[in-house]
């Protein structure tokens, strides 16, 4: 079993540590829905003892991460339907208020850096590792999100970010959705660019609500 990292920070305790770097490793895929949360197998790969390891465990159960199965134990919760509509729900408005924000405030700086974005995505996708890719789409709509010019409107998307990247990694495992994302990317910023921010809000909407259509197909493949 692989060794996970631990992302350790000087200012937090141990347990939020751990907390941490399982609930990134659960955002990512490393810990899969339904794998079991082995204390002491957790403990070894992450090199601390058992307490903070189970001290996080509750704070993911707290977030609803990872649920306790009578005579089993602790896992990664499984994803849902209801769970992930809601969370694609929230992002599909925010990421509306974003765009429509961008076409109005957005700086020649931020268009140029929703281009870079945008390049590395492609360059990405034509890769094909879905961790790199899930990252180069989380910034290609980070850089919309800071061309908003909005600083509470980016908090509120970081605060959600790592709830979206469980979904848009199980988004990006189907490689033959890459050209759509690749064009609809395209449309999006040529819409930033001509300013049109009424094509730009559709677009997103539409971007969102094929990543939720595909998603809930998944979901209820592994159902």
Do not use: W
């Amino acid at each position: 079993m692989d060794k996970l990292e631990l992302n350790m920070n000087a200012y937090l305790p141990l347990r939020d540590v751990v907390f941490q770097t399982l609930r990134e490793a659960i955002f990512k895929g490393e810990l899969k829905p339904g794998e079991r949360l082995m204390e002491l197998q957790l403990a070894n790969r992450l090199g601390v003892s058992r307490t903070p390891i189970r001290e996080a465990i509750r704070m993911l159960e707290l977030e609803g991460l990872a649920v306790t199965v009578p005579r089993k134990g602790a896992e990664v919760a499984r994803m849902t339907e209801k769970d992930m509509e809601d969370v694609l729900q929230i992002r599909r408005a925010l990421d509306e208020l974003a765009v429509g924000l961008a076409c109005v405030n957005m700086a020649e700086e931020g268009l140029k850096k929703i281009y870079v974005a945008l390049k590395n995505f492609e360059k990405k996708a034509m890769d094909g590792n879905v961790k790199e890719v899930a990252q180069a789409d989380v910034e290609f709509h980070d850089a919309i999100y800071q061309a908003s010019n909005n600083p509470k409107l980016v908090n509120m998307l970081n605060n959600l970010r790592g709830q979206m990247f469980r979904y848009r990694v199980e988004y990006l495992k189907d490689r033959s959705i890459y050209p759509r994302l690749i064009g609809e990317h395209a449309k999006i910023y040529a819409g930033l660019k001509c300013q049109d921010r009424d094509t730009v809000v559709e677009i997103v909407r539409y971007h969102v609500m094929n990543q939720e259509i595909v998603i809930k197909n998944m979901i209820q493949e592994m159902g």
